[in-house]
T-cell receptor
């Protein structure tokens, strides 16, 4: 069975700083996708970034980037120049290539402080 | 473009009552699923469907029923609500084999 582990239940950083959220996962699959979802206080689930396991290059979306280490089964999210609007719950998630089920970690609550 | 629509947004039930959480999508997605979100637990899969007439259990199916009579709709039924079912419920949909899932805005359910 696939599992996703987020070891940081809560983090706080000052505005404009860089923050890294950790995620590890366990799978015997070779083809899969990894995601980071953001859930602001509005409760909406927003896809932040996606990584295909077959791609060695780390995904980047503006201020958001990942450090994907396939051998170590690690998938961390880096937020650069953090903004107050980045305050949210962040979920790491996993999806096998041959299945549509998404498996979520328990989340990291991120506070950006003014 | 409505996307995934969940109703209601908030609901309070008494123990033992029944209710149906509605989920509808207008994107012709084959795959639909229900999750519950509890503090410190992340999102856990309750039931899912890969197409009309096909449903299957997820990680935490007990106490919930689903059906999928059309591609658009995937209702979640609580037959006899229990306080342990107090949670936020999310419906999601996607094209089969695609990576991006679309989520509804969630239903906050309280069972007293």
């Amino acid at each position: 069975a696939q599992t996703v582990t987020q070891s940081q239940p809560e983090m706080s950083v000052q505005e404009a700083e860089t923050v890294t959220l950790s995620c590890t996962y366990d799978t015997s699959e070779n083809n899969y996708y990894l995601f980071w979802y953001k859930q602001p206080p509005s409760r909406q689930m927003i896809l932040v970034i996606r990584q295909e396991a077959y791609k060695q290059q780390n995904a980047t979306e503006n201020r958001f980037s990942v450090n994907f280490q396939k051998a170590a089964k690690s998938f961390s999210l880096k937020i650069s120049d953090s903004q107050l609007g980045d305050t949210a719950m962040y979920f790491c998630a996993f999806k096998m290539n041959r299945d549509d089920k998404i498996i979520f970690g328990k989340g990291t609550r991120l506070h950006i402080l003014p | 473009n409505a996307g995934v629509t969940q109703t209601p947004k908030f609901q309070v039930l008494k123990t033992g009552q029944s209710m149906t959480l509605q989920c509808a999508q207008d994107m012709n997605h084959e795959y639909m699923s229900w999750y519950r979100q509890d503090p410190g637990m992340g999102l856990r899969l309750i039931h899912y469907s890969v197409g009309a007439g096909i449903t299957d259990q997820g990680e935490v199916p007990n106490g919930y029923n689903v059906s999928r009579s059309t591609t658009e709709d995937f209702p979640l039924r609580l037959l006899s609500a229990a306080p342990s079912q107090t949670s936020v419920y999310f419906c999601a949909s996607s094209y089969a084999g695609w990576t991006e899932a679309f989520f509804g805005q969630g239903t906050r359910l309280t069972v007293v």
